[in-house]
């Protein structure tokens, strides 16, 4: 949410569900009585959905009475309720005589002080709240009400917890809020003032576990102080002054051992807190009873568990140092046989340098990588270079952290710890590879200027002594040319390229050499997608690509997908992923996760692209790897708007764009393409020329020098439509008469095609049958069809029916496996023309129809706001398990995430089978 504890301007982030549940009780306007009970931990945000309620319901005309609880008026009797009707105070005395006296007297308004009579004053309410609602439906807000039965009166309770308070435990309708979802808490960062990126995000996300509150303050928190996600890298973020003084003054009134007890359970995760049980004194369960009662923890047999991430902040630092160092080393004398965790408790007490502690931590960085993953191996070596007394070690440590930190794709990070190391150290081989690393930083957050300056001399400088990283060097460099896709980054890779084909260099050991072939051909493909294609692919074919490592194999994926050899990329490329374990590493591999989804796209796997792009956008959302977010919106924005969603399209598009600040030429290239397929899904062509008109300038030269050519038979079919037939005739001349070598048989084929529309009509059969003869074309099915639906139509027009329908037919069917409805559409409107009768296109309730009966009722219980927790629990499934459904059904709907699931549930117009059994 936007806020936990006040009404949002904005809208609300993840609370779909629970707001149109609120709103159900006021719109319509009730009829009769209505009673909810709104639970969650403290930080979920009951205060800010009542709030939006009570507004909806204002807009609606219902008469709005609420009440806060305050803690000071704890003890004071009837002071909510005095609160609670101060707005209609007036119309007390319209009371019968008894009920009125005993209400005035209640609230202290009585001319004579009269004894309180709760009963009487009940009855006072309950006539009050009747009367009003006589006039309009009245909701009432409150922590403290009785049942009204007849009357339209709705009762509002939010209670902080997960049960209802005593005196409304009767079976009461209940909605209970749970922590936000990771896309949700994502984007209610976004909305913040100062949205976090890289590793403060993630540090933030992490430690919040979906808390609203906990969201909002440690982000407020963090943005007063950027530095305090280094500083912080072994412990809790902390909180504002003003909240930790307010949590503080609470903590205070504990015993000395709960204090104690609290401190050593912030201070020992998950991982430590069984042994730190056994090991230290201070964890006995009856010290953290009175923290308990206050709802500070919960305590079960899994542990102890702080209610709120903001306590937990906290208790760590309200406490002096000194003794959270000596709760650190406590808790690691407790911890025998695990040295990982031993070495990151000493360190986290540790005042001074101290090298034997710094080798202990750098020694067990890759136990903690097996354990805990790549990140945290990373936070290790940097908290250990951050011990050591020696400035080169220091620097030796930075790097190696660095190159741990790489493939979780946290570039700002990255470039941190290299530039750090460059400050620390003059040894020559050190500072180029911390300089790569910089570079690489740099690629990955769309710096294309200044990763080219970085990338490009390290290359060349590497040449003579590391033949491997200079390879390695340069074809980052001719990623960022690619992406970039400008001429002089371009050129200035090819003569990199030609320097170390041509030096004098120490030839790489037998083992690199594959390695080094698969970046090379990497480097002339991405930088000359047409040049020398034929010798380039045979020597791909020739790679021993089993021997090479998920960086290099992904190399000769992207290879492939440039060279337009569509199935071999999706080989290689899925063959690259399956190496990768790590989730978070998965998915900031931009080598291949942008290169296989696309792929899958252009071979009509469109579920599957769909699949990439969903996994890797919930993986690296709000990250630094922003071309591969935006490379996955777009992917998504592609299929959408060819299957007829152009909204959602055109939303991912900007989306894409915004992440994008440098303006890559092909995310513009690609963005463009997609709202011109958006544009001619709605038969809107005057616009879809426009769009794909900028593919290319005025003399024909590509905006992009690969992705421009993907949309050359699009524009000539906008084109043809919006009756530009004469002027892209001789666009198309000249964008032919351009093309930097020879056009590979995809390219062929969109260049038949887009001839075949714009041609003089004595010569389109000509084109159309040259584009048909090939059976390569196939390789491409969504392009095939488009062929075949342009063939047929001219078939149709020139009276050749019985040759027009298996043309039309063959179109139609492929249009049908990919869900392009809007094409189609069309071609069910040519076959009808030719006489053939066609079957209506399938109905939205019929996509659910592609589903299983259990992956049914996962997306009907996700489109109406369940958490996959919730719906594990409800349908006797592990969470593994429903992710698992959805991933694999999100693909088949045509969607990208949950976001879009209740439209589409309700486009289709039913729920799932009986929510019993299988």
């Known amino acids: 949410m936007t806020s936990a504890d006040q009404p949002s301007r904005h809208r609300l982030v993840g609370r779909d569900a629970e707001l149109a549940r609120l709103r159900a009780l006021v719109d319509p306007v009730p009829d009769k009585s209505r009673v909810l009970v709104v639970l969650g931990e403290a930080g979920m945000g009951k205060t800010a959905l009542v709030a939006e309620v009570a507004k909806w319901a204002s807009g609606a005309g219902v008469r709005v009475l609420s009440v806060t609880g305050r803690e000071p008026e704890s003890n004071l009797a009837f002071a909510g309720l005095r609160q609670l009707l101060r707005p209609v105070l007036a119309q007390i005395p319209g009371l019968p005589v008894r009920q009125a006296s005993a209400l005035l007297g209640a609230l202290g308004l009585a001319p004579d002080p009269v004894a309180p009579d709760r009963l009487m004053t009940c009855m006072a309410v309950l006539t009050l709240l009747s009367d009003l609602s006589a006039a309009s439906p009245v909701l009432v807000i409150v922590d403290d009400a009785h049942r009204l039965d007849t009357e339209p009166v709705v009762l509002l309770l939010g209670v902080c917890g997960i049960a209802p308070p005593a005196g409304f435990d009767w079976g009461l309708p209940e909605l209970h809020l749970k922590p936000l979802p990771a896309p949700e808490a994502g984007r209610l960062l976004d909305q913040q003032p100062r949205p976090l990126r890289g590793r403060a995000r993630r540090q933030v996300l992490a430690q919040a576990v ?22 912080w890298g072994t412990g809790p973020l902390p909180l504002t002054d003003r909240l930790t003084d307010v949590i503080a003054a609470q903590l205070a009134t504990l015993p000395a051992t709960t204090q104690h007890a609290l401190l050593l359970a912030a201070i ?5 807190l069984a042994a730190a049980a056994i090991g230290t004194s201070g964890l006995e369960p009856g010290a953290l009873v009175p923290a308990e009662r206050l709802g500070l923890i919960k305590v079960d047999t899994s542990g102890v568990r702080f209610t709120n ?58 136990q903690v990588q097996r354990r805990c993953g790549a990140s945290t191996a990373a936070q290790t070596l940097e908290r250990a270079a951050e011990l050591s007394p020696d400035l080169d070690m220091q620097a030796q440590r930075l790097v190696s952290a660095a190159m741990v930190a790489a493939p979780t794709g946290q570039a700002e990070w990255v470039h941190d710890l290299a530039i750090r190391a460059l400050v620390l150290t003059r040894e020559p081989d050190l500072r180029l590879f911390a300089r790569q690393l910089a570079g690489w930083a740099l690629a990955w957050s769309n710096q294309h200027a200044d990763a080219l300056s970085a990338l490009i001399p390290v290359a060349r400088e590497a040449a003579g002594f590391d033949p491997l990283g200079a390879w390695d060097a340069l074809a980052f460099a001719a990623s960022v040319a690619y992406k970039s896709g400008e001429p002089e980054g371009v050129q200035a890779v090819r003569e990199t390229l030609a320097l170390l084909n041509d030096s004098a260099q120490r030839a790489p050991d037998r083992a690199q050499q594959p390695a080094v072939e698969a970046l090379r051909l990497w480097i002339r493909t991405s930088t000359g997608p047409y040049r020398d294609r034929t010798e380039i692919l045979t020597r791909l074919k020739q790679g021993a690509h089993a021997s090479l490592g998920e960086h290099y194999l992904s190399r000769a994926g992207a290879t492939a997908w440039i060279l337009d050899r569509s199935d071999l990329a999706v080989s290689l490329l899925q063959a690259a992923r399956s190496l990768l374990q790590e989730p978070a590493v998965r998915a900031a591999s931009g080598g291949s996760v942008s290169p296989l989804g696309w792929a899958c796209l252009d071979v009509g796997r469109w579920d599957d692209a769909l699949k990439v792009a969903a996994e890797t956008d919930d993986l690296v959302a709000g990250g630094q790897m922003d071309i591969v977010s935006a490379s996955a919106d777009l992917i998504t924005a592609t299929i959408l708007a060819v299957r007829g969603e152009g909204n959602a399209a055109r939303a991912r598009i900007s989306r894409a764009l915004a992440s994008d600040p440098e303006e890559s030429r092909s995310v513009i290239a690609r963005a463009r393409h997609a709202l011109g397929l958006a544009a001619l899904a709605d038969a809107d062509y005057p616009t ?94 969504f392009e095939r069809a488009q062929l075949y639906l342009d063939y047929g139509e001219w078939l149709r027009r020139h009276r050749r029916i019985n040759d027009a329908k298996p043309v039309l037919t063959a179109a139609l069917e492929v249009f049908r496996q990919l869900h392009a409805r809007p094409w189609v559409q ?16 399938p109905t939205a309730p019929d996509v659910l129809g592609r589903l299983t009966s259990r992956q049914r009722k996962i997306i009907y219980l996700a489109a109406q706001g369940h958490t996959n927790r919730e719906i594990a629990d409800r349908l006797f499934l592990s969470q593994r398990t429903v992710a698992s459904h959805l991933y694999r059904s999100y693909p088949k709907l045509g969607v990208s995430g949950r976001h879009q699931l209740h439209d589409l549930i309700a486009r289709a117009g039913q729920g799932p089978e009986a929510q019993h059994g299988d």
């Open 210 to 231: 979906g808390n609203p509150m906990a969201l909002i303050e440690l982000a407020r928190a963090v943005a007063a102080d950027p530095d305090a996600g280094r500083r």
């Open 268 to 272: 020992a995760d998950s991982a430590d």
């Open 309 to 366: 991430p903001l306590v937990y902040s906290a208790v760590y630092h309200s406490t002096p140092f000194a003794m959270r160092a000596a709760a650190h080393r406590e808790v690691a004398a407790a911890l025998y046989g695990q040295p990982d965790r031993q070495a990151w408790h000493l360190a986290a007490a540790a005042v001074t340098p101290d090298e034997n502690l710094a080798s202990l931590l750098a020694a067990t960085a890759s």
């Open 688 to 781: 879809a020329y426009g769009q794909l008109r900028q593919l290319f300038t005025d003399d024909g030269a590509a905006w992009h020098y690969h992705v421009s050519y993907l949309g050359v038979a699009d524009l000539a079919a906008a084109a043809a439509r919006a009756e530009r037939r004469i002027e892209a005739r001789a666009l198309l001349e000249r964008i032919q008469a351009r093309i930097d070598g020879t056009p590979s048989p995809r390219l062929d084929q969109l260049l038949d095609r887009a001839w075949g529309l714009l041609a003089d009509p004595s010569s389109l059969d000509t084109y159309f049958e040259k584009a048909l003869s090939d059976p390569a074309g196939d390789l491409w099915p």
């Open 826 to 841: 069309r071609a069910e409107a040519e076959l009808r023309a030719c006489g053939v009768a066609v079957p209506d296109v």
